[in-house]
T-cell receptor
């Protein structure tokens, strides 16, 4: 069955970096886009961008610069790297598999989420 | 950029009642591009409805989606206690590719 398994919670100081992983299994990893979605405490869902093996990364406007998406296709794993962390980066970060349907699409599988806490 | 506005912010109903959640787009969109998700506390979202009215695999038939143009709705015909959650609509478009509504919290009395 399809699974996206994310790395565990992280506690970081402001200015540090963090790398969140998302290991996929049960489907052709290079065929589908992996998206990243942020959810700040008590807030809604915010689309960060996506990446796939053929097209590279695309970032939402609010996530250009300090946020980097990457893939290691040899281990079917996507990564979210956040540099120069700020307290406002404190959030749960989800990876989600995009299912393209006709001219649209939706997220059919999600990782369990990774809580990143930025605090001095 | 199309903005999705969900209402009401919170819906408090009793088991067995009908819930109707609204998602309004700031301009007309294709129905194929609209999905609904349910998120329970501490869990990742899960898809309920895609293409505005198609139920995802394993979703009970008490969940239904409708609408077109700028106005879309998610209806839960007979609320059950486990339906307590936050519900999000999501739009796929060109730029940016994905947008979420602000969410509606459904509370079961």
């Amino acid at each position: 069955q399809v699974q996206l398994v994310q790395s565990g919670s992280e506690l970081k100081k402001p200015g540090a970096s963090v790398k969140v992983s998302c290991k996929a299994s049960g489907y052709g990893f290079t065929t589908y886009f992996i998206n990243w979605v942020r959810q700040a405490p008590g807030q809604g869902l915010e689309w960060m961008g996506f990446i796939n093996a053929n097209n590279g990364p695309t970032y939402a406007q609010a996530f250009t610069g300090r946020f980097v998406f990457s893939l290691d296709t040899s281990v079917s794993t996507a990564y979210l790297h956040i540099n120069s962390l700020k307290p406002e980066d404190t959030a749960v970060y989800y990876c989600a598999k995009w299912y393209h349907f006709g001219s649209g699409g939706f997220y059919d599988y999600w990782g369990q989420g990774t809580l990143v806490t930025v605090s001095s | 950029e199309v903005v999705l506005t969900q209402s009401p912010g919170t819906l408090s109903l009793s088991p067995g009642e009908r819930a109707t959640l609204s998602c309004r787009a700031s301009q007309s969109v294709s129905s194929n591009y609209l999905a609904w998700y349910q998120q329970k506390p501490g869990q990742a979202p899960r898809v309920l409805i895609y293409a505005a009215s198609s139920r995802a695999i394993g979703i009970p038939d008490r969940f239904s989606g409708s609408g077109s143009g700028t106005d879309f709705a998610l209806t839960i015909s007979r609320l059950e206690p486990e339906d307590s959650a936050v519900y999000y609509c999501q739009l796929y478009q060109n730029t940016p590719p994905v947008t979420f509504g602000g969410g509606t919290k459904v509370e079961i009395k």
